[in-house]
């Protein structure tokens, strides 16, 4: 089956073609333009975000089609939640009508889904049974995969998402927007040593047991506040020499608060592989530091290649195959929602 995939559910406009039978895919092509625009503002301004994705909607379609050698696909897969309603309404619009015009079938999909799926195209064996961390500017789950369509979602964040805090903890050491990647870049040359500045890990405590609801839950806004309390009580004279070891301290608690979670679900639920997802997979040193604690116990763990880790369409027409095989569809009344439950999700 051929799936053209849509995502436009927040600041990137994409669609891609993917050819699959099963876990036996090939991307034939993939196009992500990312709305620039926001840097501006400091952060995604929604109705901005709308329109640039009217804009660019038909020539980055065409473009993956083009790239792909030929326009007839067998289906649509569009992410139809979670996300910014008016941009999300962009990718299902077009999506329905270009499917209506072609006849072929539409299916929507969930964005967090589809970062489930995203490693897969890269990592044949990143296929379940595994753990996986989402980790992004919106979301952050931890979620044990038993089968593709079969979540069992152990945690979440109570407050901000790891991506959340990464860029509001760059804004108050005043980085650049998206924050991630200046915090991390900064972050090392802070060195091995974050000197003075040590922040206490959230919902981390030794004696922990499954039963209790912080087991695998994260929170980051009390982290957020202990870098503010640092900036503040450093002053502006002296912030460009400790911004380093501030930006270094941040990252290694929220990395070791993730790497902590993650090995918990990975314990309890015998799993032998890792799967992360979501733009905060980027980040190497999160990467590096889950391998660590992780290969010497006979755990693989999986991250994709930035341009899947983030946001794309490869990972929607992915996800859209599988509910596709299975025979699901969606009706040209399908919607386009803010929150909505991953499918699938089985008591945990
Ligand atoms: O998955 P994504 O592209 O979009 C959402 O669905 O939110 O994730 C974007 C988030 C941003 O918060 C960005 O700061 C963060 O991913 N990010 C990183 C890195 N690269 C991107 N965070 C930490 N380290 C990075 N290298
Ligand atoms: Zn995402």
């Known amino acids: 089956m051929r799936v053209l995939g849509i995502e436009t559910s927040c600041d990137e406009t994409s669609a891609a073609v993917l050819r699959g039978d099963g876990n036996d895919v090939t991307l034939e092509s993939l196009v992500i333009l990312s709305q620039d625009i926001h840097r501006v503002f400091g952060g995604v301004v929604p109705e901005i975000a709308s329109r640039a994705h009217l804009t660019a909607i038909?020539?980055?379609?065409?473009?993956?089609?083009?790239?792909?050698?030929?326009?007839?696909?067998?289906?649509?897969?569009?992410?139809?939640?979670?996300?910014?309603?008016?941009?999300?309404?962009?990718?299902?619009?077009?999506?329905?009508a270009y499917a209506f015009a072609r006849g072929v079938p539409v299916v929507?999909?969930?964005?967090?889904?589809?970062?489930?799926?995203?490693?897969?195209?890269?990592?044949?064996?990143?296929?379940?049974?595994?753990?996986?961390?989402?980790?992004?500017?919106?979301?952050?789950?931890?979620?044990?995969?038993?089968?593709?369509?079969?979540?069992?979602?152990?945690?979440?964040?109570?407050?901000?998402?790891?991506?959340?805090?990464?860029?509001?903890?760059?804004?108050?050491?005043?980085?650049?927007?998206?924050?991630?990647?200046?915090?991390?870049?900064?972050?090392?040359?802070?060195?091995?040593?974050?000197?003075?500045?040590?922040?206490?890990?959230?919902?981390?405590?030794?004696?922990?047991?499954?039963?209790?609801?912080?087991?695998?839950?994260?929170?980051?806004?009390?982290?957020?506040?202990?870098?503010?309390?640092?900036?503040?009580?450093?002053?502006?004279?002296?912030?460009?020499?400790?911004?380093?070891?501030?930006?270094?301290?941040?990252?290694?608690a929220l990395i070791e608060t993730l790497v902590e979670k993650t090995v918990r679900a990975v314990v309890q639920h015998r799993r032998s592989r890792v799967v992360l997802g979501g733009g905060v997979a980027c980040n190497a040193a999160l990467v590096a530091a889950m391998r660590d604690r992780l290969v010497p116990r006979g755990v693989e763990v999986f991250a994709p290649s930035p341009r899947l880790a983030t946001d794309n369409a490869a990972m929607i027409a992915r996800a859209g195959l599988f509910h596709l095989e299975r025979g699901e569809r969606s009706g040209l009344d399908l919607n386009a929602f803010a929150a909505q439950p991953i499918p699938g999700l089985v008591a945990a």
């Open 58 to 96: 038909v020539p980055v379609v065409e473009r993956a089609l083009a790239d792909a050698g030929g326009e007839a696909v067998d289906a649509v897969a569009v992410t139809n939640a979670p996300g910014l309603v008016g941009a999300l309404l962009v990718g299902v619009s077009f999506a329905k």
């Open 108 to 252: 929507g999909v969930h964005h967090m889904e589809g970062h489930l799926f995203a490693t897969a195209l890269e990592h044949p064996e990143a296929v379940p049974p595994f753990t996986a961390l989402l980790v992004s500017g919106g979301h952050t789950l931890l979620i044990d995969v038993e089968a593709w369509g079969r979540y069992r979602l152990l945690g979440r964040t109570r407050d901000d998402a790891a991506g959340e805090a990464f860029d509001k903890v760059a804004k108050l050491l005043g980085l650049p927007y998206p924050g991630g990647p200046h915090v991390e870049r900064i972050a090392a040359v802070g060195g091995a040593d974050s000197g003075e500045f040590r922040f206490a890990r959230p919902m981390l405590r030794r004696n922990q047991t499954p039963e209790d609801s912080d087991f695998y839950d994260v929170s980051f806004s009390g982290l957020k506040t202990a870098v503010l309390n640092a900036v503040r009580r450093v002053g502006g004279a002296d912030i460009e020499r400790d911004r380093p070891a501030i930006a270094r301290a941040f990252q290694d």
